[in-house]
């Protein structure tokens, strides 16, 4: 098991979450990860990263995996302007490579919003560390996990 699933599970259990990690193999899409585990497109969780250009920081937006951010929405929450994060600093950020970034278990603290869409349902399901695993979990959990703020963001 990677260090990266064993740090997502870790995050949750210390949490006292329920959860289940399934692996999917190679989904590259959002619809492609629905598929796999026979749920809603909006159920799954996408973390979409950012660099905050004036911090220099990663920035988090938690959205539904049918909806897409909105770069202008998400500059005024953010409060500075946001550019396209690279995989060394999301990596260096939250400890996962891109397409295998969890909402939980980050190696450092991050900025968070999450998509209202997603609190809409039982359970959504996210990436657990690495690009061939998901975990399924309660969305209303993730405010209290991530620090993420409510915010519409979306296009």
Known sequence: MSKSLKRVRKAL?????????????????????????????????????FRAEDSGEAVLFLTAGGNKVCAEKATALAGEPLGKADATLIRAQTGFAIGGVSPVGHLN????????????????????????????????ELPRLTGAVEADFTL
């Open 13 to 49: 259990e210390d949490a006292g979450l329920a959860h289940e990690i399934r692996e999917v193999g190679q989904a590259r899409t959002a619809q492609e990860a629905a598929d796999s585990v026979g749920c809603h497109l909006d159920q799954i969780a996408k973390s979409i990263i």
């Open 109 to 140: 603290p991050i900025r968070a919003w999450i998509d209202p869409r997603l609190l809409e349902f039982e359970d959504v399901w996210a990436a657990a560390g690495t690009p061939r695993h998901v975990v399924a979990m309660d969305p209303r």
